[in-house]
């Protein structure tokens, strides 16, 4: 008879330091959990990923479709962050491997650094201390400025973008916002009509999307060449998103007055590693290594966000909040009386028409009794979740494996 997979064979490895409450939720449920502190070269983590049930990382491990595939015993991901682009989500999709992250855990975080840098870089704060440090005293005003009463461009309203906003507000500065989508303006914000129009009005242009090919290199030459002369320049959001070259050239040129970059095109694997950009050195540039996010705050609220989705996932098939596949809450199984806890059939399909009807027919003829289904799709996949009876989910898993649609299966008790 198959058996539901026991909790102590579940083998669960967080790299890059995941904040311990994740580890202790998932050793609390019997897991096994392995820890690394950085991110593996590629060696290793085929080796971590190759026993691995649920692997946990942040923004710098890779997983494409290569490590996808030698981790054949994979449940799930666990972006212990807010960026997924590190996975390859379609390749995890077709994989049937559902791809978990915290959307809201860092966001007051990143808000609060960009707005404190941003009156930092007004103040030419750094470059006084640099000085400072050599040993030089400068005490003058020259192109310092306060932020109150200028105006701050956000390229993203979404959910840090909306935060820099409101915090900007309280500063006294006047918010325009760009957004492909429109979005409900906070406070006395304005979504300005075009990118173009928000660079031209912007004395200080703050980034935060995401990355994708809408947003690679979406600030070059010409977009920095709009912004009026001193203007200021933020991207904590990824580093793809703006073309480096480009901004060294206006900040040596004095178009920019200054800017803080907190993400970069490549950054070093972990603590230690050389850092190469052609921003070093560079007067009033703030440059710091990718921790925007990176506050105890942040990296407990997320460890307990995502581990209770990775947990959920294995113990009772939901998929809330998984970034690449269908989502399907769903309750505990229960039981009582003569009518036993049911098993529960999870199914990953290739959403085909006819598939439903497939997976009906297989189970009615094997005269599995189904107590309850839920569905959902999305686009060319499916998941879809059976009770059925404890003596009949056998059954059910050998016919749903007849199924030339199906891509993964699972039965939990
Ligand atoms: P979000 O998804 O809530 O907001 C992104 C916004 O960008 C959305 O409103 C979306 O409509 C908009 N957008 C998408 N494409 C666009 C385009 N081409 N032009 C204009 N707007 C566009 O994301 P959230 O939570 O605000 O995070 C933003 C980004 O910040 C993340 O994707 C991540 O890359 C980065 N981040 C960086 C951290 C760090 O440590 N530095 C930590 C956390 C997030």
Redesign the pocket.
Known sequence: MKTSFPKDKIKAVLLEGVHEAGATMLADQGFQVERVAGSPPAEELATLLADAHLVGLRSKTQLRAPQLVGASRLLAVGCF???TDQVELDAARRAGVPVFNS?FG??RS?AELTVAEIVLLCRRVFEKSTMMHAGVWDKSALGAREVRGRTIGI???????SQVSVLAEALGMRVLF????P?LALGNAQQAES?DAMLEAADIVTI?????A??ER?LGEAEIARMPRGAILVN???GRVVDLAAVKAAIESGHLAGGAF??FPQEPRGRGEPFESELRGLSNVILTP?????TLEAQEAIARDVATKLIKFVNIGSTTGAVNLPQVELPMQTGAGELARPHRVLHFHQNVPGVLSKINSALGAEGVNVRSQSLQTDGDIGYVVLDVDPSASEAALDSLHSIEETIRTRVLW
């Open positions: 962050c807010i960026g959307p860092n966001t990143v390229i993203g309203y979404g959910h840090i973008g760009h957004d492909v989508v979005k990118l935060h999307v995401p990355a994708d809408s947003t979406l904590n959001a990824r907190d993400v990718h921790i925007g996010g990176s």
